[in-house]
C-alpha cells in the first residue's frame, strides 16, 4: 500500500483486556488493518488506510493530544458499544452497526469528511450517539445517512455544512442543537427533533443558518430559519412554529 511508509503496521489487532487498556507509545504511524475489542489508547496520531473495526474503546491517553484519522479509502465499521476519547477524523467511509451506542467523552469531537452510514438498531426504542457538548462537524464533502427504524439519540453538537439524508428513524437532539450553515438536509420520510423542553412542552427548534432543507417527515420542536432556505417539496410537517428571519427563504413548489 502507497499510503504505508516503512515505520507503519500492516495489521494491528487489540484483543479484550477487561478494564485494562492496550498502550502504543511508538510515535506517529499509520496502520493498514486495525481491530480494536477492548481497550486501545495510542499516545500520537494514527491514520488508518484500509480496514478499520471497533467494538471497544480508543483514547490518545492522559494529557496528550492525538487524532486518528480514517483515510480517504479506507472503510470502518462500529459495533457492540464502542466509545471515542479522542479527536476522529473521518476521510473514508464508516458505518455504525449493531444494537448498541457510540460514546464519546473528553476531546472526542468527529470531523467528517466522507461518509458515515448509521444501520445500527435499538428495538423499538432509542440508541445514543456521541457526548453532549463535543462537535460533530459535518463538512461540505460530508455525507450522514439515516436508515434506522427507531431514534438516535444525538449526543454530539451537529454542525451541518455536507449532505444528510434521513432515509428512515429519526435524529433526536439531547442537549445540543441540530444547526445548518451550509448543505443539504433530505428527510426521506424519517424525521427530526430539538432539543426537548421540560413540562411536557414541544421541543426547540432545528437552526438553519444557510443551505437547503426539504423533503418529507416529521419535524419535532419546528424550524428557526435564519439564513438558509425551507425547500417545501414534499409532505413536511412540524410539531411547532416555523420562524424566519428577513435573511431566510421559503420555497414553494406548485
Known sequence: DAALTADSFRALSIT???????????????????????????????????VFSMAGSISSGFNNVATLTLASNAVMTMTSGASL????????????????????????RWINNGTLDIRAEEGDGSINFG?????????STGVV????????????????????????????????????????TQ???????????CCNLDNYPIYLYGGTLGGSG??????????????????LRMTNSYVQSISGTLQVTL
Open 187 to 197: 428527510l426521506n420520510g424519517g424525521g427530526m427533533a430539538g432539543i426537548p423542553k
Open 218 to 235: 416529521l419535524i419535532t420542536g419546528g424550524v428557526e430559519n435564519r439564513g438558509g432556505t425551507l425547500v417545501l417539496d414534499g409532505v
Open 85 to 108: 476519547y479522542m479527536p476522529f477524523v473521518n476521510n473514508g467511509t464508516v458505518t455504525w452497526i449493531g444494537t448498541q451506542g457510540v460514546y464519546a467523552q473528553t476531546d472526542a
Open 131 to 139: 457526548g453532549q457538548g463535543l462537535p460533530f462537524a459535518n463538512a
Open 16 to 50: 479484550s483486556q477487561g478494564n485494562g487498556s492496550t498502550v502504543l507509545t511508538v510515535g506517529e504511524r499509520g496502520v493498514g488493518k486495525l481491530l480494536v475489542v477492548g481497550n486501545f489508547t495510542t499516545n500520537s496520531n494514527m491514520t488508518v488506510t484500509e
Open 145 to 184: 445517512r439515516v436508515n434506522i427504524a427507531s431514534e438516535v439519540q444525538w449526543g454530539w453538537a451537529f454542525e451541518n455544512r455536507g449532505l444528510v439524508e434521513i432515509n428512515g428513524g429519526a435524529i433526536r437532539s439531547d442537549g445540543n442543537s441540530y444547526t445548518q450553515y451550509g448543505g443539504h
